[in-house]
């Protein structure tokens, strides 16, 4: 029996795609796991909201750490994939996410949310790392032909994950909040407070740690299993020329819009659901409802890869762009179940919105797959901006409601390049 790492190289090439079945089975593993444990910014940030008093701008300061990564990092990481392969930067960002997970130990040590801020700003860099290797990997598996198909379904295991980590993060950190309140302390007390109620969040982490670095290990065992080809001109920053391409540098915008405006419900969620005019539950209540967003999009990916062979992409996209401002605005302007509910529900037609918009950017792109990845990787900075931004038109206008506005704006921009990019485009020369 041969060993992993001498297994046969797969056949193909990145214009017809690669013959390798088995490396899917990896690649769905990766947005698995950078599915969940990005979903589990959703859980820990009311547990941090509580813990350091925070508003709910300074809350978001979560998503910002975290998503910032993709702006510094993906345009490296495609840098990377150009020199080592997409398997050994997978690799190479696990570790990173490993580390990323262990740095939660000084932080509830110290009981300091800047310490926090920088775990998760690790964290999400080793996350960038695997997202700029996972998404163009899926699409070259394959024909090319199905790209959008196979992306939307290997999106649908990164909808698992962020199904299964919000109910088992919010049994763990939620469900562990004391029954004091961080506002009624101060000084020693406070600190002490603090370290104690965060020890939940670090017992997460540390299993994730040692998960990570057991796939890693793993993934590495298939280093070679590729014959890569890989555009090998100019700088990290070549991959920029791509966006005088109208259609990549639309999608580019839309990937930034898009992850902006999911992030920043998700994140509202919790918070959402205690209000008196919505649900007016407890934090462990809501928290537990935060799945049913996630398993939206997982039960809509899954549908999605099917009706994407049916259907032109770039008109599926229009659809469901259409369909989360109809629930935003449902969710805005109504009260009790149907207000959470509708909410709940935009996580449906989220579903295929990133694969498809990823697909539609990258249509064409050839050998400099691994390049557009890096730029569109780098537009996920958008969960770091727009969440933030919906935060602070929350704290002004005083209203989470009125705050869904931003959101489907974005929304709204991603249904005209849904209807753009509707028809098929050149290939790159």
């Known amino acids: 029996m041969q060993a992993m790492n001498s297994a046969p190289a797969a056949s193909g090439d990145a214009s017809h795609g690669y013959d390798a079945p088995d490396l899917r089975i990896f690649v769905f593993a990766l947005f698995f796991i950078f599915g969940g444990i990005t979903s589990l910014n959703d859980i820990i940030i009311p547990k941090l909201k509580e ?37 050994r930067t997978a690799s190479i960002g696990l570790v990173t996410m490993t580390a990323g997970c262990l740095l939660f130990i000084p932080a509830s040590a110290n009981a300091a949310f800047g310490l926090f801020l920088v775990a998760l700003f690790v964290l999400g860099a080793g996350i960038t790392i695997v997202q700029v290797v996972a998404n163009p990997l899926i699409s070259l598996l394959g024909k090319p032909q199905s790209a959008s198909s196979r992306l939307t379904f290997a999106q649908g295991f990164n909808s698992l994950g962020t ?34 109620s965060s020890r939940a969040i670090v017992h997460t982490y540390l299993g994730l740690a040692v998960a ?3 796939i890693a290990a793993v993934v590495w ?3 070679n299993r590729l014959n890569e080809e890989q555009e090998e001109a100019g700088s990290i920053f070549h991959a920029l020329t791509l966006l005088k391409r109208p259609r990549f540098a639309w999608g580019v915008a839309c990937i930034f819009l898009y992850v902006g405006a999911e992030v920043s419900i998700g994140s509202l969620i919790v918070n959402y659901l205690m209000e008196p005019s919505v649900w007016g539950v407890a934090d462990k209540v809501a928290g537990d409802h935060v799945p049913f967003y996630w398993g939206g999009a997982l039960i809509g990916r899954f549908i999605g890869a099917w009706v994407l062979t049916k259907v032109s992409p770039g008109k599926v996209l229009a659809a469901v762009a259409a369909g989360a401002i109809t629930l935003i605005l449902i969710s805005a302007n109504a009260h009790g179940a149907i207000a959470g509910w509708s909410l709940l529900a935009i996580g449906l037609v989220n579903s295929i919105m990133f ?12 050998k400099r797959a691994a390049e557009g990845s890096g730029v569109i990787a780098t537009a996920i900075v958008g969960g770091a901006i727009v969440p933030y931004l919906t935060g602070q038109l929350a704290d002004t206008s005083g209203s989470l409601q009125f705050a869904l506005v931003l959101p489907a704006l974005c929304y709204l921009v991603i249904a005209a390049y849904g209807m753009f990019a509707r028809k098929p485009v050149a290939a790159v020369q």
């Open 163 to 196: 199904t299964l980590f919000p109910l088992a993060g919010s049994a763990l950190i939620l469900g562990g909040l004391a029954n004091q309140s961080a506002s009624t302390l101060s000084g020693a007390a406070l600190d002490a407070y603090r370290a104690e």
């Open 51 to 87: 813990l350091f008093t925070l508003t709910h701008a300074s809350a978001m300061l979560v998503q910002t750490a975290f998503f910032f990564a993709y702006a510094l990092f993906s345009l490296p990481a495609a840098g990377i994939v150009r020199r080592f392969g997409y398997m």
């Open 355 to 366: 694969p498809t918009i990823f697909s539609l950017a990258s249509e064409g792109l050839g």
């Open 212 to 214: 990570l670095l057991v």
């Open 221 to 223: 065992t298939r280093r």
